[in-house]
């Protein structure tokens, strides 16, 4: 069906697709930018979504049966890829994410079973919107706190986040809450203590050690060489 078309944008949102079409890879491997396949009912990322180099924009927004997971490897093929959108499914781990696609601009992950998001999310230096509402996230590490300061579209609310506060606070407080916390690790974190080495006295090292002293409590035997050790010192 796609074979010999070198397209630039395909759009088979809410086409109860279960595989996409090899014949699309192949012919627009070079040429394909847009690809939304979202409302579909995919099994799984495939492999061949790699050899689309030039990619920019990717959405597999609610599948079903949901996606439980992405193909990092895959992903991390697309180095032009700026927008990631996988909203509405059951993705539950992101950890490999800033490695693989260090150039996002854009990640649209609401309405997953995210527990955590990744401390490295901040070298993701080119994300201007993020979304990832309505997961299953405790906490917004403090180490995203210049992120969070940056972005000029942030959604992050959960109905499990701690403290409850921030659940239906802003982007500002919650660059703030962020920032105290990040001040009060560092405050927390244990000094060095200085070195206990000392410098070798020379002068000391001259002079014989003095005699071991004896234990406390000896038979009389020990006693007797404890004795003739200290008078043949």
């Known amino acids: 069906m796609f074979d010999g078309l070198c397209l630039r944008t395909l759009v088979l949102s809410g086409t109860q697709l279960r595989r996409l079409p090899l014949g699309f890879f192949r012919s627009s491997a070079a040429t394909c930018d847009v690809l939304k396949v979202d409302r579909n009912s995919l099994i799984e990322v495939p492999a061949e979504l790699g050899r689309l180099r030039a990619l920019r924009t990717f959405c597999c927004d609610a599948q079903r049966p949901r996606l439980r997971s992405l193909p990092a490897s895959t992903l991390a093929q697309l180095a032009q890829l700026e927008v990631l959108s996988f909203a509405d499914n059951r993705v539950t781990d992101i950890g490999w994410l800033p490695a693989a696609v260090p150039q996002l601009r854009v990640l649209l992950c609401r309405r997953n079973r995210l527990a955590r998001l990744p401390d490295d999310l901040a070298s993701l230096d080119r994300l201007h919107a993020l979304d990832v509402s309505h997961n299953r996230l405790r906490e917004i590490p403090a180490s995203l706190s210049a992120l969070v300061g940056r972005l000029s579209r942030l959604?992050?609310?959960?109905?499990?986040?701690?403290?409850?506060?921030l659940r239906r606070a802003d982007s500002a407080a919650l660059g703030a809450h962020l920032a105290l916390e990040s001040r009060l690790r560092l405050r927390r974190r244990p000094r060095r203590r200085p070195s206990t080495e000392s410098v070798p006295d020379t002068a000391a090292a001259d002079e014989p050690p003095p005699p071991p002293r004896p234990p406390a409590?000896?038979?009389?035997?020990?006693?007797?060489?404890?004795?003739?050790?200290?008078?043949?010192?």
């Open 217 to 233: 409590r000896r038979s009389a035997v020990e006693r007797d060489i404890w004795q003739d050790r200290r008078s043949t010192s």
């Open 155 to 165: 959604e992050f609310f959960n109905s499990t986040l701690r403290p409850a506060h």
